[in-house]
T-cell receptor, first 111, second 115 residues
């Protein structure tokens, strides 16, 4: 079965620093999603990638999907305390749109 | 615009008691609906999904069940809770285009503690 591995599991960065979170799949990804979660809250959609080599940006967050569509990265530039939370990658599975998720990366940003 | 409501936000239940969590979606019709559970160290696990009224697919064998009595209502139930049922339960919906590539929108979650 398809699994998503995220790395690192947790990350502590100084405010203003850049960081990257990775998501690797054992199978080709047909839709890769990035979500952010504040502790004890629901998931907020960040970005969706479908095509090999695709890259999307929103404010200071950039997500990329590699050409082979088996790895995605999420890059945050000049991190801020508001970026803190848990970042999860999800992948489409099957024809009904249900997603499987990685275990998440917990990001802490020190002011 | 579409909104998703999930309640209660927190719940503390004794072992062996019944459970009913409710989720409703507004502003869309015939959505796909999902129940996920997030347990410490285990990530987000898909429990059930539904593509229509009365249509439920179960992903993980367990003592939980799901029902969809109305188009935009999804209920997660148990007759007798186990300690291992503790976790953070999330309801989600998608537009249900059937393309296999659909964005999910999540509710705010229910933190269930079984004692």
């Amino acid at each position: 079965s398809q699994e998503l591995e995220q790395s690192p599991q947790s990350l502590i960065v100084q405010e203003g620093k850049n960081l990257t979170i990775n998501c690797t799949s054992s199978k080709t990804l047909y839709g890769l999603y990035w979500y952010k979660q504040k502790y004890g809250e629901g998931l907020i959609f960040l970005m969706m990638l479908q095509k090999g080599g695709e890259e999307k940006s929103h404010e200071k967050i950039t997500a990329k999907l590699d050409e082979k569509k088996q790895q995605s990265s999420l890059h945050i530039t000049a991190s801020q305390p508001s970026h803190a939370g848990i970042y999860l990658c999800g992948a489409s599975r099957g024809g009904q749109g249900n997603l499987i998720f990685g275990k998440g990366t917990k990001l802490s940003v020190k002011p | 615009s579409q909104t998703i409501h999930q309640w209660p936000a927190t719940l503390v239940q004794p072992v062996g008691s019944p459970l009913s969590l409710e989720c409703t979606v507004e502003g869309t019709s015939n959505p796909n609906l999902y129940w996920y559970r997030q347990a410490a160290g285990r990530g987000l696990q898909l429990l059930f999904y539904s593509v229509g009224i009365g249509q439920i697919s179960s992903e993980v064998p367990q003592n939980l069940s799901a029902s969809r009595p109305q188009d935009r209502q999804f209920i997660l139930s148990s007759k007798k809770l186990l300690l291992s049922d503790s976790g953070f339960y999330l309801c989600a919906w998608s537009a249900g285009h059937g393309t296999g590539v659909e964005k999910l929108f999540f509710g705010s979650g229910t933190q269930l503690s079984v004692l």
